[in-house]
Structure formats: structure tokens, C-alpha cells
């Protein structure tokens, strides 16, 4: 447990940020999963005498990329890191965060137009 407590902190999941020559901050994300499995054997006393219990446990722990934030000029985007999408669904819902950020943009202009 106290090796999952160490794996599982808050900088495995946002990590440290990296900076490039030209000045981009790159700030990993990742998800974290663990898992935890626990199995036993109750034998009749005949078998319990000559082989005894049987048990066993066992953890597990996926630490997976899925994005990284980067800061440029003060704004901050989210990239993901994930296979291409399925089905046109997921395409279009991969893609709201981008329109919203179009729309605000292009609406913001025409106000400072006006």
C-alpha cells in the first residue's frame, strides 16, 4: 500500500511543467487506475491435512498519458493524446471544446468592432 500511496500523488497525475527554448510550458496529464484482487481455497479437512489453504492477492497499477496542457502567451490549451475517434459521435464531440473556443473568439471580435 505505501508503494500504490507513493504512484498514486498528485504530480503522477498533473505533472511537472517543461518549458521550451522558445518559451512554451508543456504540463503532462495522466490517468491513473489500480485495482485490487483477493482469492482462497476452503479444502474438507481430508484435503486440508495434507495440502493445507490455498490463497492469493494481488494489485495492480496503469498509469496512462492523456493530455497535455500547454501555456503559450498566457493562454492555456488542453491537447489530448488519444486514438482517432470511432464513430462520427466522437468526432464531433472531440471537437465542441475547439467550435466554443472559435465562437467566443469570432464573438469577441465583432465586439470590438462595434
Do not use: C, H, W
Not at 490455498?54 to 493562454?75: E, H, L, Q, S
Not at 467550435?99 to 467566443?104: A, C, E, L, P
Request: charged share 25%.
Amino acid at each position: 500500500m505505501k508503494k500504490m500511496r507513493e504512484l498514486i500523488d498528485a504530480n503522477t497525475i498533473v505533472g511537472d511543467p517543461i518549458t521550451t527554448a522558445d518559451g512554451i510550458t508543456l504540463i503532462p496529464v495522466s490517468k491513473v487506475s489500480f485495482g485490487f484482487v483477493g482469492g482462497g481455497s476452503d479444502l474438507t479437512q481430508k484435503q486440508a491435512a495434507k495440502n493445507g489453504f490455498g490463497g492469493g492477492t494481488g494489485a495492480g497499477v496503469n498509469i496512462t498519458p492523456v493530455a497535455f496542457m500547454v501555456v503559450k502567451d498566457g493562454d492555456t490549451k488542453l491537447l489530448y493524446i488519444n486514438p482517432p475517434a470511432l464513430s462520427t459521435v466522437d468526432r464531433i464531440i472531440e471537437t465542441v471544446p475547439e467550435v466554443i473556443d472559435k465562437v467566443t473568439e469570432f464573438i469577441s471580435k465583432d465586439k470590438d468592432k462595434e
